[in-house]
């Protein structure tokens, strides 16, 4: 079980990751919130490694680190809604170069500007069309799922 968790925890990054592909751009919160899934599937991995005593400790920070994912989303899906500023100055400097510039100073940092996030972070991103859930949204749901599975196992495996 611990696998399948790993395997579910490293599908989230990857389907964000994969949703670039389609045309959908992350900012700066969208990328914060794949990095602990990415802690999660390691430390699940670990725990299918190293049975013991490590296993019990090494899932339960899995699901520390998935729900700090969905915390993340949580605080994004605020950004969003317009409940709280983002706490990223990068979420507010996104890029908005035209790609004309007037001097070289211009082109420097339109270039600098560019090498940031590519949307602000209060633009939702929704995936399907006419669902009035963003992506940030359905973390918080995948990250709750994920958690409370994980967290059964954990369960299981401490009753056996």
Same mark, same amino acid.
């Given at each position: 079980?611990?696998?399948?968790? &790993?395997? *579910? @925890? +490293?599908?989230? /990054?990857?389907? #964000? ?5 389609? !045309?959908?751009?992350?900012?700066? %919160? ?13 430390? &699940?991995? *670990? @725990? +299918?490694?190293? /049975?013991?005593? #490590? ?5 339960? !920070?899995?699901?520390?680190?998935? %729900? ?30 035209? !790609? ?61």
């Amino acid at each position: 079980m611990p696998i399948l968790i &790993a395997v *579910l @925890a +490293a599908a989230a /990054p990857l389907f #964000a990751m994969a949703s670039e592909s389609w !045309g959908l751009v992350p900012c700066a %919160l969208c990328l914060w919130q794949r990095w602990p899934y990415w802690v999660a599937a390691g430390l &699940a991995l *670990l @725990a +299918a490694l190293l /049975p013991g005593r #490590a296993r019990p400790l090494l899932l339960g !920070g899995a699901i520390l680190a998935v %729900l700090v994912s969905g915390g993340i989303g949580v605080l994004h899906a605020g950004v969003e809604f317009g409940w709280w500023p983002s706490p990223l100055a990068s979420c507010q400097a996104a890029n908005t170069s035209s !790609g004309a510039a007037a001097s070289v100073e211009d082109l420097m940092r339109s270039m600098a500007a560019a090498a940031g996030p590519a949307k602000p972070c209060d633009a939702a991103t929704f995936l399907i069309p006419g669902l009035p859930v963003s992506m940030a949204a359905m973390n918080v749901l995948y990250a709750l799922g994920l958690a409370a599975f994980a967290f059964t196992v954990l369960r299981k495996e401490a009753r056996a």
